[in-house]
């Protein structure tokens, strides 16, 4: 069965400062990875997602993840970032089995400051 | 399109209670999916259902727990009885397709607090 780590709960950083947040996944069979992004009060809405391809992907708002098979690793990257862009960000991953099963990470908190 | 929609948005009710939660999802999306979130836990997917059947419940708690999809437009996660380790948001998600590509589309979610 797949799993998710993301071992930052939370990241602190200024405004204009670039960051990424981690995310490992594992998984014995070829996976789709994703970014999920919860803002204050509302529910997930997805930032970007891995499903084959080139393993550089961009999302919304200026995010931008890759994915790495030999790390297990699936890190989203933002060169300078907002206020707003502080919440809760989740990655998930799913296998390419045909099902719908997502298994998502704990989640890391993104607080920005001025 | 509306969005997922899930009602009530919050709910307080003392132990014991039944509580339903409802959902409504996105027209023509063929999955549904309940998943809870706490400060302990994170997110755990409780429950989904392919074309209003269940395909996996595994993540259903306990027996306390039920959930149904009589329709394509409406699906409800009923505990009976409630308890204070219940207190979480409770989440609802569709998305249509079936090769585990397909984004996600979650509602507002639903505060519930057991006392």
């Known amino acids: 069965a797949q799993s998710v780590t993301q071992l930052d709960s939370q990241v602190p950083v200024f405004e204009e400062a670039p960051v990424e947040l981690r995310c490992n996944y594992s998984s014995s069979v070829s996976v789709y990875l994703f970014w999920y992004v919860q803002y204050p009060n509302q529910g997930l809405q997805l930032l970007l997602k891995?499903?084959?391809?080139?393993?550089l992907v961009k999302g919304i708002n200026g995010f931008e993840a890759e994915f790495n098979k030999s790390q297990t690793s699936f890190h989203l990257r933002k060169p300078s970032v907002h206020i707003s862009d502080t919440a809760e960000y989740f990655c998930?991953?799913?296998?390419?089995?045909?099902?719908?099963?997502?298994?998502f990470g704990t989640g890391t908190r993104l607080l920005v400051s001025p | 399109d509306a969005g997922v929609i899930q009602s009530p948005r919050h709910e307080v009710t003392e132990m014991g209670q039944e509580v339903t939660l409802r959902c409504k999802p996105i027209s023509g999306h063929d999955y549904l999916f309940w998943y809870r979130q706490t400060m302990m836990r994170g997110l755990e997917l409780l429950i989904y259902?392919?074309?209003?059947?269940?395909?996996?419940d595994s993540g259903m708690p306990e027996d306390r727990f039920s959930a149904k999809m009589p329709n394509a437009s409406f699906s409800t996660l009923k505990i009976q009885p409630s308890e204070p380790r219940d207190s979480a948001v409770y989440f609802c998600?569709?998305?249509?397709?079936?090769?585990?590509?397909?984004?996600?589309?979650f509602g507002p979610g639903t505060r519930l607090l057991v006392l």
């Open positions: 259902f392919n074309n209003n059947v269940p395909i996996d």
């Open positions: 998600a569709s998305s249509f397709g079936t090769s585990g590509q397909e984004t996600q589309y």
């Open positions: 891995y499903l084959s391809g080139s393993t």
């Open positions: 998930a991953v799913s296998e390419d089995t045909g099902f719908q099963k997502l298994v």
